[in-house]
Protein backbone atom coordinates (compact mmCIF):
# COMPACT_ATOMS: atom_id res chain seq x y z
CA UNK A 1 0.00 0.00 0.00
CA UNK A 2 1.14 3.57 -0.75
CA UNK A 3 0.95 6.19 1.56
CA UNK A 4 1.76 8.72 -0.81
CA UNK A 5 -1.55 7.66 -2.96
CA UNK A 6 -3.44 7.49 0.10
CA UNK A 7 -2.46 11.31 0.61
CA UNK A 8 -3.62 12.02 -3.19
CA UNK A 9 -6.88 10.64 -2.34
CA UNK A 10 -6.70 12.97 0.65
CA UNK A 11 -6.30 16.34 -0.75
CA UNK A 12 -8.68 15.16 -3.75
CA UNK A 13 -11.60 14.70 -0.78
CA UNK A 14 -10.84 18.07 0.75
CA UNK A 15 -11.03 19.68 -2.76
CA UNK A 16 -14.17 18.14 -3.36
CA UNK A 17 -15.77 19.66 0.01
CA UNK A 18 -14.16 23.26 -1.09
CA UNK A 19 -15.95 22.90 -4.66
CA UNK A 20 -19.45 21.67 -3.06
CA UNK A 21 -19.41 24.15 -0.64
CA UNK A 22 -19.26 21.69 2.10
CA UNK A 23 -16.80 23.66 4.38
CA UNK A 24 -18.36 26.99 3.47
CA UNK A 25 -21.58 25.57 4.91
CA UNK A 26 -20.02 24.05 7.86
CA UNK A 27 -17.77 27.65 8.37
CA UNK A 28 -21.25 29.58 8.34
CA UNK A 29 -22.79 27.21 10.62
CA UNK A 30 -20.35 27.70 13.27
CA UNK A 31 -20.45 31.14 12.75
CA UNK A 32 -24.42 31.68 13.07
CA UNK A 33 -23.90 29.00 15.94
CA UNK A 34 -21.26 30.87 18.19
CA UNK A 35 -22.99 34.18 17.55
CA UNK A 36 -26.23 32.86 18.59
CA UNK A 37 -24.75 31.54 21.70
CA UNK A 38 -22.60 34.76 22.66
CA UNK A 39 -25.27 36.88 22.47
CA UNK A 40 -27.49 34.26 24.90
CA UNK A 41 -24.98 34.06 27.41
CA UNK A 42 -24.35 37.93 27.81
CA UNK A 43 -27.91 38.42 27.99
CA UNK A 44 -28.28 35.54 30.69
CA UNK A 45 -25.31 37.15 32.46
CA UNK A 46 -26.27 40.75 32.40
CA UNK A 47 -29.28 40.13 33.84
CA UNK A 48 -28.26 38.10 36.63
CA UNK A 49 -25.96 40.56 37.68
CA UNK A 50 -28.48 43.43 37.33
CA UNK A 51 -30.41 41.57 39.89
CA UNK A 52 -27.54 40.52 42.27
CA UNK A 53 -26.62 37.31 41.63
CA UNK A 54 -23.00 36.79 43.28
CA UNK A 55 -20.52 36.42 40.97
CA UNK A 56 -19.28 32.55 42.18
CA UNK A 57 -23.00 31.50 41.02
CA UNK A 58 -22.94 33.46 37.74
CA UNK A 59 -19.57 31.82 37.01
CA UNK A 60 -21.48 28.52 37.50
CA UNK A 61 -24.46 29.05 35.80
CA UNK A 62 -22.37 30.25 32.75
CA UNK A 63 -20.55 27.22 33.11
CA UNK A 64 -23.35 25.17 32.98
CA UNK A 65 -24.87 26.68 30.01
CA UNK A 66 -21.30 25.92 28.48
CA UNK A 67 -21.51 22.14 28.78
CA UNK A 68 -25.24 22.32 26.98
CA UNK A 69 -23.85 24.43 24.38
CA UNK A 70 -21.04 21.43 24.22
CA UNK A 71 -23.96 18.59 23.96
CA UNK A 72 -25.56 20.68 20.99
CA UNK A 73 -22.52 21.20 18.77
CA UNK A 74 -21.88 17.41 19.51
CA UNK A 75 -24.70 16.35 18.53
CA UNK A 76 -24.67 18.65 15.63
CA UNK A 77 -20.70 17.81 15.16
CA UNK A 78 -21.50 14.00 15.06
CA UNK A 79 -24.81 14.37 12.26
CA UNK A 80 -22.39 16.09 10.36
CA UNK A 81 -19.95 13.48 10.48
CA UNK A 82 -21.69 10.68 9.86
CA UNK A 83 -23.75 12.39 6.77
CA UNK A 84 -20.27 13.66 5.18
CA UNK A 85 -18.54 10.39 5.53
CA UNK A 86 -21.37 8.22 4.48
CA UNK A 87 -22.09 8.73 1.08
CA UNK A 88 -17.74 9.08 0.70
CA UNK A 89 -17.60 5.59 -0.48
CA UNK A 90 -20.87 4.66 -1.11
CA UNK A 91 -21.66 7.55 -3.84
CA UNK A 92 -18.17 6.50 -5.42
CA UNK A 93 -19.79 3.21 -5.92
CA UNK A 94 -22.92 4.25 -6.84
CA UNK A 95 -22.39 6.66 -9.15
CA UNK A 96 -19.36 4.56 -10.78
CA UNK A 97 -16.86 7.05 -9.62
CA UNK A 98 -15.33 3.91 -7.99
CA UNK A 99 -14.63 1.99 -11.23
CA UNK A 100 -12.43 4.86 -12.61
CA UNK A 101 -10.90 5.57 -9.33
CA UNK A 102 -9.58 1.77 -8.80
CA UNK A 103 -8.70 1.45 -13.02
CA UNK A 104 -5.50 3.23 -11.75
CA UNK A 105 -2.85 1.98 -9.77
CA UNK A 106 -4.84 2.33 -6.13
CA UNK A 107 -5.47 -0.05 -4.27
CA UNK A 108 -9.57 -0.27 -2.44
CA UNK A 109 -7.34 0.74 1.01
CA UNK A 110 -5.85 2.99 0.02
CA UNK A 111 -9.37 4.63 -1.43
CA UNK A 112 -10.53 4.57 2.01
CA UNK A 113 -7.81 5.45 4.07
CA UNK A 114 -7.56 8.44 1.40
CA UNK A 115 -11.28 9.42 2.01
CA UNK A 116 -10.92 8.88 5.84
CA UNK A 117 -7.75 10.97 5.87
CA UNK A 118 -9.28 13.71 4.23
CA UNK A 119 -12.67 13.59 5.95
CA UNK A 120 -11.19 13.46 9.40
CA UNK A 121 -9.34 16.91 8.61
CA UNK A 122 -12.76 18.76 7.71
CA UNK A 123 -14.54 16.88 10.56
CA UNK A 124 -11.75 17.55 12.99
CA UNK A 125 -11.48 21.08 12.42
CA UNK A 126 -14.92 21.85 12.17
CA UNK A 127 -15.23 20.17 15.93
CA UNK A 128 -12.18 22.22 17.14
CA UNK A 129 -12.69 25.15 15.83
CA UNK A 130 -16.72 25.20 16.92
CA UNK A 131 -15.65 24.31 20.72
CA UNK A 132 -12.77 26.71 20.87
CA UNK A 133 -15.11 29.58 19.22
CA UNK A 134 -18.32 28.78 21.75
CA UNK A 135 -15.69 28.96 24.56
CA UNK A 136 -14.06 32.11 23.44
CA UNK A 137 -17.40 34.02 22.76
CA UNK A 138 -18.22 32.97 26.07
CA UNK A 139 -14.95 33.94 28.18
CA UNK A 140 -15.56 37.09 26.43
CA UNK A 141 -19.30 37.92 27.27
CA UNK A 142 -18.78 36.20 30.63
CA UNK A 143 -15.43 36.12 31.66
CA UNK A 144 -15.68 32.49 32.36
CA UNK A 145 -12.88 30.04 31.11
CA UNK A 146 -12.96 26.57 31.91
CA UNK A 147 -9.93 24.93 33.44
CA UNK A 148 -9.68 22.71 30.97
CA UNK A 149 -10.62 23.79 27.93
CA UNK A 150 -8.26 21.74 25.73
CA UNK A 151 -9.41 18.98 26.84
CA UNK A 152 -12.83 19.45 26.08
CA UNK A 153 -11.58 20.41 22.29
CA UNK A 154 -10.17 16.89 22.18
CA UNK A 155 -12.52 14.70 23.71
CA UNK A 156 -14.98 16.38 21.25
CA UNK A 157 -13.08 16.12 18.17
CA UNK A 158 -11.82 12.58 19.37
CA UNK A 159 -15.88 11.67 19.16
CA UNK A 160 -16.41 13.37 15.59
CA UNK A 161 -13.78 11.11 14.37
CA UNK A 162 -15.01 8.56 15.90
CA UNK A 163 -18.22 9.05 14.32
CA UNK A 164 -17.16 9.59 11.16
CA UNK A 165 -15.41 6.12 10.68
CA UNK A 166 -18.19 4.26 11.46
CA UNK A 167 -20.64 5.84 8.85
CA UNK A 168 -17.28 5.34 7.08
CA UNK A 169 -17.74 1.60 7.38
CA UNK A 170 -21.27 1.11 7.06
CA UNK A 171 -20.62 3.62 3.56
CA UNK A 172 -18.21 0.59 2.08
CA UNK A 173 -21.25 -1.97 2.06
CA UNK A 174 -24.70 0.44 2.63
CA UNK A 175 -26.33 2.85 0.58
CA UNK A 176 -25.27 6.40 1.68
CA UNK A 177 -28.44 7.49 3.22
CA UNK A 178 -28.89 3.85 5.13
CA UNK A 179 -25.65 4.21 6.58
CA UNK A 180 -26.02 7.81 7.48
CA UNK A 181 -29.17 7.18 9.75
CA UNK A 182 -27.52 3.97 11.02
CA UNK A 183 -24.34 5.84 12.38
CA UNK A 184 -26.10 8.52 14.03
CA UNK A 185 -28.97 5.87 15.69
CA UNK A 186 -25.91 3.94 17.00
CA UNK A 187 -24.60 7.35 18.19
CA UNK A 188 -27.86 7.64 20.14
CA UNK A 189 -27.87 4.45 21.75
CA UNK A 190 -24.29 5.05 23.15
CA UNK A 191 -25.10 8.29 24.96
CA UNK A 192 -28.80 6.92 25.60
CA UNK A 193 -26.76 3.59 27.52
CA UNK A 194 -24.19 5.93 28.99
CA UNK A 195 -26.94 7.54 30.95
CA UNK A 196 -28.78 4.16 31.60
CA UNK A 197 -25.80 3.01 33.05
CA UNK A 198 -25.25 6.01 35.42
CA UNK A 199 -29.25 5.97 36.43
CA UNK A 200 -28.26 1.87 37.52
CA UNK A 201 -25.19 3.18 39.65
CA UNK A 202 -28.49 5.19 41.82
CA UNK A 203 -31.01 2.50 41.54
CA UNK A 204 -28.50 -0.09 42.36
CA UNK A 205 -28.96 -2.30 39.04
CA UNK A 206 -25.79 -4.44 38.63
CA UNK A 207 -26.97 -6.40 35.80
CA UNK A 208 -28.55 -2.84 33.64
CA UNK A 209 -24.98 -1.42 34.77
CA UNK A 210 -23.17 -4.19 33.22
CA UNK A 211 -24.72 -4.01 29.81
CA UNK A 212 -24.25 -0.71 29.73
CA UNK A 213 -20.96 -0.99 30.27
CA UNK A 214 -20.74 -3.35 27.64
CA UNK A 215 -22.73 -1.03 25.58
CA UNK A 216 -19.67 1.97 26.34
CA UNK A 217 -16.85 -0.20 25.30
CA UNK A 218 -18.51 -1.46 21.98
CA UNK A 219 -19.70 2.43 21.39
CA UNK A 220 -16.89 4.31 23.48
CA UNK A 221 -18.31 8.03 22.12
CA UNK A 222 -20.35 8.64 25.09
CA UNK A 223 -17.26 7.83 27.35
CA UNK A 224 -15.55 10.46 25.00
CA UNK A 225 -18.43 12.59 25.56
CA UNK A 226 -17.94 12.56 29.63
CA UNK A 227 -14.35 13.75 28.25
CA UNK A 228 -15.65 17.01 26.94
CA UNK A 229 -18.01 17.83 30.35
CA UNK A 230 -15.03 16.95 32.68
CA UNK A 231 -12.58 19.89 30.08
CA UNK A 232 -15.76 22.19 30.55
CA UNK A 233 -16.66 21.57 34.53
CA UNK A 234 -15.08 24.32 37.13
CA UNK A 235 -13.30 23.16 39.85
CA UNK A 236 -15.17 24.33 42.13
CA UNK A 237 -18.62 23.02 41.43
CA UNK A 238 -16.49 19.93 41.86
CA UNK A 239 -15.23 20.74 45.11
CA UNK A 240 -19.61 22.25 46.12
CA UNK A 241 -20.16 18.11 45.13
CA UNK A 242 -17.79 16.31 47.10
CA UNK A 243 -19.85 16.58 50.38
CA UNK A 244 -22.77 15.44 48.09
CA UNK A 245 -24.35 12.51 47.18
CA UNK A 246 -21.91 11.03 44.43
CA UNK A 247 -23.88 8.20 43.04
CA UNK A 248 -26.63 10.71 42.44
CA UNK A 249 -24.23 13.12 40.81
CA UNK A 250 -22.55 10.75 38.97
CA UNK A 251 -26.43 10.35 36.84
CA UNK A 252 -26.56 13.23 35.41
CA UNK A 253 -25.51 13.14 31.59
CA UNK A 254 -23.96 16.35 32.36
CA UNK A 255 -21.56 15.72 35.37
CA UNK A 256 -18.20 13.96 35.03
CA UNK A 257 -15.78 14.46 38.43
CA UNK A 258 -13.36 12.88 36.57
CA UNK A 259 -11.87 12.66 32.87
CA UNK A 260 -11.91 9.06 31.24
CA UNK A 261 -9.13 6.46 32.08
CA UNK A 262 -6.06 6.17 30.05
CA UNK A 263 -6.76 2.74 29.26
CA UNK A 264 -10.74 3.64 27.60
CA UNK A 265 -8.90 6.76 25.82
CA UNK A 266 -6.05 4.14 24.54
CA UNK A 267 -8.89 1.63 23.69
CA UNK A 268 -11.35 4.56 22.09
CA UNK A 269 -8.08 5.12 19.85
CA UNK A 270 -7.74 1.38 19.21
CA UNK A 271 -11.46 1.37 18.11
CA UNK A 272 -11.07 3.98 15.48
CA UNK A 273 -8.54 1.96 13.67
CA UNK A 274 -10.04 -1.38 13.96
CA UNK A 275 -13.21 0.54 13.16
CA UNK A 276 -11.04 1.68 10.30
CA UNK A 277 -9.54 -1.93 9.60
CA UNK A 278 -13.12 -3.08 9.46
CA UNK A 279 -13.82 -0.50 6.38
CA UNK A 280 -11.38 -1.63 4.55
CA UNK A 281 -11.72 -5.30 4.66
CA UNK A 282 -15.37 -4.52 3.84
CA UNK A 283 -14.55 -3.02 0.89
CA UNK A 284 -12.56 -5.35 -0.66
CA UNK A 285 -15.32 -8.14 -0.09
CA UNK A 286 -17.77 -5.56 -1.86
CA UNK A 287 -18.23 -6.85 -5.43
CA UNK A 288 -17.98 -3.54 -7.64
Known sequence: MSGRRALVIAGLTLREMVRRRVLWVLVALVVASVVLVGWGTERLVTLAREEGVEGLQVRIGVSQILILVAFMFSFVVATSAAFLAAPAIASD????????????????????????????????LYAALSALLAIGVVALVSGHVPHEPMTAVGFLTAQAIAVLTLALAFGTRLPAMAAGAITVVVFGIGWFMGVLGNLAVVFEAPSVQQAADTVRILIPTDGLWRGVIYGLEPPILLLLAAGRNVDALAANPFYAPTPPPVAFVAWSIVWILLVLLAAIALFRRREL
Open 93 to 124: VETGTVHALLARPLRRAELVIGRWLGLSVVVG
